[in-house]
């Protein structure tokens, strides 16, 4: 196997002073947090929450003291991510100079070009990339794109190609790397897995502690995520708190207007109606940001033992593609007319937030990306002709409709030291409503992550269980 140089990878570095910053850093986030939940908790132990104080201000001690441990106490650690190749020799190496590039042909009669401006921008060596912090030290100020190679020659037995450049530069390029490059951008393999009310009996359910433990359980429980968009975590203390510790196993937690958290319970002066008894219509959370949170966490701390209150789900991808085969005009309506979402009010801090958005949004490849649909915080005021006006209502009912079919949809009640984690961009989620009792007070802590901190984790745990890197 050849270990071979990736010219542009993601993180930045200088020397050791990143550390320490990166170290304050997270302390300061870690109190806040601290301060921002233990005010979200004396909001909610004045309803009458039977959770101690004492209980939750020992959790955020002990987040605190871990995070000392893990950045203070322990050096970083650097890992380089290779495309790791097994590739047969080098046979050939022909010049093209005419159209500015190499053309190298394998043994097993593999046949790929390679620009040689992008050969000199490419360089491994020391001059042009810094291997500690993984990025390329080359400026622009010294790339002459119409460069042209003074020499270039197969060397070490076929494993290496060696090129001397016109100001005497040597590269030396592994030929494992440059198997593994290629300058097209191929349409990814489709990850997500449709799924309707079948997903009830057959959800995939995680361990708590298993999730804290083991590595290789917390791969398969995010790559599921990434792949499913909703996935069950089983046992957890039914303790405020908790829900931090596992997303701090992944990253870090994204904190809204809400806060780093937020307590779903009946409050006397809701800021959301999730805040309420009422029935929740499925949705998404939080279209009114520009970057909306791409995952949410739901904790159940306690459950009402009264009717009601359970939770519902519904592959917005899978209700958008039947949108499609059904309505096509209407499905071209939702992906075509922007639409304002807005929260005004006051809970961390007092806001207001704007944003619009299309309801169906699609990657560079024209393929569905996210879902943003909220009937609750959606401007009445809606940016288009009136005569579109009943076309939109039309088409958005539409796929309310789908999405509540009964094949469509996930119903189920969550049990105390339950987590339901899903693609906030995907998953949409509702509630069936439920009576407030003395007896019956139903308790959720929830948060949020982004996406990018996801992908990440995924690629960090396969390089650290030695599996390839896919996505």
């Known amino acids: 196997m050849a270990s071979v140089f990736l010219p542009i990878l993601s993180k930045k570095s200088i020397g050791q002073l990143?550390?320490?910053?990166?170290?304050?850093?997270?302390?300061?986030?870690?109190?806040?947090?601290?301060?921002?939940?233990?005010?979200?908790?004396?909001?909610?132990?004045s309803t009458g929450s039977p959770q101690s104080l004492h209980t939750i201000t020992q959790g955020y001690t002990a987040s605190l003291h871990r995070h000392r441990k893990t950045f203070i106490t322990s050096p970083p650690k650097r890992s380089i991510y290779h495309d790791v190749v097994t590739v047969e020799?080098?046979?050939h190496a022909i010049r093209c100079d005419e159209n500015k590039e190499l053309q190298l042909q394998w043994d097993d009669g593999y046949?790929?070009?390679?620009?040689?401006v992008w050969l000199r921008d490419s360089c491994p060596c020391s001059s042009c990339y810094h291997p500690g912090v993984k990025a390329r030290k080359l400026l622009f100020d010294d790339l002459d794109v119409d460069i042209i190679p003074s020499s270039i020659n197969v060397a070490g037995d076929g494993k290496i190609v060696a090129i001397v450049w016109p100001d005497g530069h040597h590269s030396e390029y592994e030929a494992g790397f440059l198997r593994s490059v290629e300058f097209e951008d191929p349409k990814p393999a489709t990850k997500a897995k449709l799924w309707g009310s079948e997903l009830t009996h057959n959800?995939?359910?995680?361990?708590?502690?298993?999730?804290?433990?083991?590595?290789?359980?917390?791969?398969?429980?995010?790559?599921?995520?990434?792949?499913?968009?909703?996935?069950?975590?089983?046992?957890t203390p039914t303790e405020f708190g908790q829900v931090f510790k596992l997303a701090e196993r992944v990253s870090h937690i994204r904190v809204t207007n809400y806060g780093s958290d937020f307590i779903v319970s009946s409050k006397h002066d809701p800021s959301n109606l999730a805040y309420t008894g009422e029935k929740?219509?499925?949705?998404?959370?939080?279209?009114?940001?520009?970057?909306?949170?791409?995952?949410?966490?739901?904790?159940?701390?306690?459950?009402?033992?009264?009717?009601?209150?359970d939770s519902l789900f519904a592959d917005g991808f899978k209700a958008a593609m039947v949108l499609k085969e059904e309505h096509p005009d209407m499905y071209e309506t939702l992906a075509s007319t922007d639409i304002d979402y807005f929260d005004i009010g006051y809970d961390l801090y007092k806001f207001h937030l704007r944003q619009s958005q299309k309801v169906l949004t699609f990657d560079r490849f024209g393929e569905l990306s996210a879902i943003y649909f909220n009937q609750a915080?959606?401007?009445?005021?809606?940016?288009?002709?009136?005569?579109?006006?009943?076309?939109?209502?039309?088409?958005?009912?539409?796929?309310?409709?789908?999405?509540?079919?009964?094949?469509?949809?996930?119903?189920?009640?969550?049990?105390?030291?339950?987590?339901?984690?899903?693609?906030?961009?995907?998953?949409?989620?509702?509630?069936?409503?439920?009576?407030?009792?003395?007896?019956?007070?139903r308790i959720l802590q929830g948060c949020y992550m982004d996406w990018d901190c996801v992908h990440s984790r995924i690629r960090v745990l396969r390089e650290e269980l030695g599996m390839p890197i896919t996505y």
């Open 18 to 45: 990143p550390r320490y910053v990166e170290t304050a850093s997270e302390i300061l986030k870690i109190l806040n947090r601290g301060a921002v939940n233990l005010n979200n908790t004396y909001r909610h132990l």
């Open 377 to 441: 915080v959606r401007n009445c005021r809606l940016r288009m002709p009136k005569e579109n006006l009943y076309r939109w209502y039309k088409a958005a009912k539409t796929l309310y409709n789908i999405m509540h079919r009964e094949e469509n949809l996930v119903n189920f009640k969550l049990e105390s030291g339950d987590i339901a984690i899903f693609n906030n961009t995907r998953t949409l989620h509702g509630r069936s409503e439920f009576q407030i009792t003395e007896q019956g007070e």
């Open 89 to 91: 020799r080098l046979q």
């Open 111 to 116: 046949v790929y070009e390679y620009p040689y």
């Open 203 to 235: 959800l995939p359910t995680f361990d708590f502690n298993s999730l804290m433990n083991k590595r290789e359980s917390l791969l398969q429980f995010l790559e599921d995520l990434r792949d499913i968009g909703l996935i069950l975590v089983k046992n």
């Open 280 to 309: 929740l219509g499925l949705h998404v959370d939080l279209p009114f940001y520009k970057y909306s949170p791409g995952i949410q966490c739901l904790h159940c701390i306690q459950q009402c033992e009264t009717e009601g209150g």
